[in-house]
């Protein structure tokens, strides 16, 4: 199986999960949503097992202990990559479904990651909401850090960061860490701290946690709760460590771990912040191509294989810089990476003047250049009469934004109530 096959199946394996989690919604808890994503592999046999055990255990312990009504998810990533535990609180249950794990085949993390999307992003999981914190769902990955490629079925010595299984993987946690946190903790007599560390540095609110401290994770709901008070009490303010240490002080609980969590999370208050529908659509970078500037994969492109989707159109900058979304002419949206440079990188998008080509069943597609047409009423909007502008985003097919080359970003109608602000 070829690698754009392979990434097609787990993504329709995602979809497919989602809807079991759905359907479990009554054994749901209304706390914080976890994945735990459990390296199963046959490099974590012997110390990489206990450790990996350990530190889960710890954390559901902690869960139990705490008395809160989190939901835990477990997928397995060796041999077989599956669900070992759907969404549930019932913590006792998850324990026993990590009893007899054997540690076999590959690591394809990416696969798994995929997978969590079921939990994260399709309506597998929710998000907990404690004013004013949105709290999404949450991925959390103990591995030894040795990632395979999806389309293969052998464990591999060593990932290196130039490798292209790291360079997916990576586009990957941008693209779900933009608004899902991940955590990961590294176990094993040797594991990757430097790809692991990378990828916990691609998320918004990542964190790279030793085993020995995975139980202090649990502790996050307690600690959100303390963040959200602080945050609504002194609003619009700065909060100093030490108010943090006042306010654990006052409830006679908190440990100096606890203390650090919170300021932790106050200083990262934007990650948990509500979603901003437009957010996936703005320009952020001067050094970055444009809203609306089509692009192409080079020669050596290293994240798919085929042809069908080679040119795409920029829809907007992600906010980690280097960074940019692109929509491929087949529909699919993905994080790519982009340095401007003198000379042309084989491996990396280039910018090119292809023109888009409509689908036989759309009546316009991102991409598509565009001018006034006869139900025109925005004045200048768009600098001159004859100017000519790319679509960057369709909404149902009748709602097109739309940049025109004076900078300007607009959206038009194009069959809404059958008028057409805008003509191909």
Request: aromatic fraction near 10%.
């Amino acid at each position: 199986m070829d690698y754009q096959s392979a990434k097609l199946f787990w993504e329709q394996r995602a979809e497919e999960e989602a809807l079991e989690n759905s359907n479990r919604k009554h054994q749901h808890g209304r706390g914080i949503c976890s994945v735990f994503i459990l390296d199963t592999s046959e490099s974590m046999e012997g110390e990489g097992l206990r450790q990996m055990k350990k530190a889960f255990l710890d954390i559901l312990n902690e869960y139990a202990y705490l008395n809160i009504n989190d939901n835990v998810a477990v997928i397995g990533c060796g041999e077989e990559v599956e669900f070992l535990h759907y969404y549930s609180k019932d913590y006792y249950s998850i324990k026993k479904c990590i009893e007899n794990i054997e540690c076999k085949g590959h690591s394809p993390l990416e696969a798994g990651l995929t997978l969590a999307r079921s939990c994260t992003q399709l309506g597998g999981g929710h998000t907990a909401i404690i004013p004013p914190l949105y709290l999404r769902a949450r991925v959390v990955v103990i591995t030894d850090g040795n990632p395979t490629d999806i389309t293969r079925s052998f464990e591999s010595l060593e990932t290196s960061i130039n490798s292209e299984v790291f360079q997916r993987l990576l586009a990957e946690v941008v693209s779900h860490g933009q608004w899902n946190p991940f955590t990961f903790i590294p176990v094993g007599n040797a594991p990757n701290y430097r790809i692991l560390g990378a990828l916990a540095l691609a998320s918004k609110g990542g964190r790279l946690i030793g085993w020995q401290d995975a139980r202090q994770y649990a502790r996050l709901s307690l600690n959100f709760k303390v963040a959200g008070n602080l945050l609504c009490e002194f609003r619009d303010k700065i909060i100093a460590e030490e108010a943090v240490r006042r306010h654990y002080s006052r409830i006679a609980r908190g440990s100096e771990e606890d203390v650090i969590q919170v300021c932790e999370i106050l200083n990262e208050k934007d990650v948990y912040k509500e979603i901003d529908i437009d957010h996936d659509y703005k320009e952020r970078y001067s050094t970055l191509p444009c809203v609306g500037t089509r692009v192409r994969k080079g020669r050596d492109w290293r994240y798919d294989s085929g042809d069908c989707c080679d040119t795409g159109t920029v829809i907007g900058h992600r906010e980690q810089e280097g960074w940019i979304n692109v929509e491929w002419d087949d529909g699919s949206l993905h994080a790519c990476r982009y340095t401007p440079s003198d000379f042309e990188d084989p491996s990396q998008i280039k910018v090119c003047n292809e023109p888009r080509r409509i689908p036989d069943n759309q009546t316009i597609a991102t991409g598509c250049l565009v001018r006034q047409g006869r139900d025109w009423k925005w004045g200048d909007q768009n600098g001159t009469e004859d100017s000519i502008g790319i679509v960057y985003r369709v909404i149902d097919g009748q709602e097109v934004y739309v940049r025109w080359p004076n900078g300007n970003k607009c959206n038009y109608r194009f069959g809404y109530d059958d008028k057409y602000d805008l003509i191909l």
